[in-house]
Every structure is written in structure tokens, then in C-alpha cells.
């Protein structure tokens, strides 16, 4: 069974950094396109960052797009999103997903989840 486990959330300061990390269980990473989402409450489960099985293509919203950097470390099958000049508006639960697929913005199309870190940016 697969299984994503996320760390790295907390409560930061507005202007300041994070950094997420997301741990696959199985021998299967090296295999799949990796995507980081994010839901505030009342929200949808919005897409943040995507990046592809082998790192070479990576993908952001454009709410995040020059302040945040996903990337995958394949040897240690882990994903990380680094998030910088953090604005209270970033707040939301931080879900990790994995697809066989290519990655997409909707999150019908990932088949792993994560259960998600907090992060909360106080003003």
C-alpha cells in the first residue's frame, strides 16, 4: 500500500519561508508525477505545484508561481515544497498527491494522498 506522509508545516510569519516535505512508502516513486495542493477552510482543494516522475518539468499555480519550489530528491522518495515570501493567504492544509499520470491541476487525477500539514501565515 502506498502511503504519503507529510511534514514541515508550522506557523510562520508573513515574509517568511517553509519548507514541506512528503515521504513515499514502496519502491514505486522513481514512477510518479508528484503535485502539491492546498485547502482553506471553506475552500476547494486547490493545485499549488506539480513536478513530473523524473524532475524535469515542474509546474506551479500562479498564486505561488516565483515564490515557491517544489523538487524531488528520487533517492529518498521525497518531495519538498519550498515556499517563500509567505502571505497570510497562503494559509490553508497542505496535501501531498501522486498520480501514475502526467501531472494535472484537478485532484480527481492523483490516486495517492497524503492527510496534510497546517500552514498558517500570520500578518
Known amino acids: 500500500q502506498v502511503q504519503l506522509v507529510e511534514s514541515g508545516g508550522g506557523l510562520v510569519q508573513a515574509g517568511g519561508s517553509l519548507r514541506l516535505s512528503c515521504t513515499v512508502s514502496?519502491?514505486?516513486?522513481?514512477?510518479?508525477?508528484m503535485a502539491w495542493f492546498r485547502q482553506a477552510p471553506g475552500n476547494e482543494r486547490d493545485f499549488v505545484a506539480g513536478i513530473s516522475a523524473s524532475g524535469g518539468n515542474t509546474y506551479y499555480a500562479d498564486s505561488v508561481k516565483g515564490r515557491s519550489t517544489i523538487f524531488r530528491d528520487n533517492a529518498k522518495n521525497t518531495v519538498y515544497l519550498q515556499m517563500d515570501s509567505l502571505k497570510p493567504e497562503d494559509t490553508a492544509v497542505y496535501h501531498c498527491a501522486a498520480t501514475w499520470r502526467f501531472v494535472r491541476p484537478r485532484s480527481d487525477d492523483y490516486n495517492y494522498w497524503g492527510q496534510g500539514t497546517q500552514v498558517t501565515v500570520s500578518s
Open positions: 514502496g519502491r514505486i516513486f522513481n514512477n510518479l508525477a
